[in-house]
């Protein structure tokens, strides 16, 4: 239930989304009430601009970003890598016969990287189908297996995890899957903003891990202003999800904190 209740929600609740409703909403009432119907399509349209254009994105996204610091080996032997799924356009890469990334694709740089540089650790790959309707949805695992060798990897390197449709499920199905012994350094792998949300989850499933962000949209000390509305908003839309996923997760029991930090 709560799959589907977030998936549906957001789609209501999405800034770019919401913003374009309220200016269909404003253009209807327009017929009747002419002024309030007018007033509302201009503030959602300005809003929209706004949000587009501004450094809006990069200040919601900072906080997000900056929570985990970047990973520094320090000598110590790693036992295993997470990376979390997210990156593969699984409908288009089955199509075109290759894989193909989203903007979050600097996940699997890392897995090609850190399965190079860790030759002796166990690398699993955490990622089922996200879709709402899962009869015949090809999860992210199954073409990662079958691409990866062109992130540089041996297919039968990796252990995959195909059931996980969310972070929770992520982190719960790779501790079920690898049984993490204590004292183990274990890397997780995902987009910085999503870090915080993930470290909780596996926090709560009881899998220690040693955070390590990629795929930042942000600058340490610089507030980006955006050349197209669409990227600006794009970028709103996943902060603003990120944060209320944040919200939901400590609502729902599935991390122990709101915004879990180091």
């Known amino acids: 239930m709560f799959f589907v209740l977030s998936k549906v929600l957001w789609f209501l609740t999405a800034p770019s989304n919401l913003l374009l409703l309220l200016v269909l909403t404003g253009a209807g009432l327009s ?71 989203n903007d979050a694709g600097e996940r699997m740089v890392a897995l090609g990287d850190l399965a190079r540089r860790y030759p002796e650790a166990t690398v699993v790959f955490a990622g089922g189908s996200g879709r709402l309707t899962g009869d015949g949805a090809v999860s992210e695992a199954a073409i990662v297996r079958r691409r990866a060798a062109s992130l ?33 350094r274990w890397l997780l792998v995902t987009s910085a903003w999503h870090m915080p949300r993930a470290m909780g989850c ?9 955070a390590y962000p990629v795929d930042y949209r942000t600058s340490p000390r610089v507030v980006a202003i955006h050349s197209t509305a669409g990227d600006g908003l794009f970028e709103l839309d996943i902060a603003v999800r990120e944060w209320l996923g944040l919200v939901a997760y400590r609502m729902s029991g599935y991390t122990a904190t709101v915004f879990p930090g180091p």
């Open 202 to 210: 596996f926090r709560h499933a009881g899998f220690t891990v040693t």
């Open 31 to 101: 017929v009747r009430w002419r002024r309030l119907g007018l007033g509302l399509c201009a503030a959602s349209g300005l809003i929209l601009l706004a949000g587009g254009l501004s450094p809006l994105a990069s200040l919601v996204f900072g906080p997000l970003e900056n929570r985990f610091p970047e990973f520094r080996d320090d000598g110590a032997p790693v036992a295993g890598i997470v990376v979390l799924g997210g990156a593969v356009e699984t409908g288009l890469s089955a199509a075109r016969g290759q894989l193909v990334l």
């Open 152 to 184: 540089g990897v041996a297919p039968e390197r990796i252990t995959y995890e195909d059931r996980s449709r969310n972070t929770r499920e992520n982190a719960a199905f790779s501790a079920e899957l690898v049984k993490p012994k204590p004292g183990e």
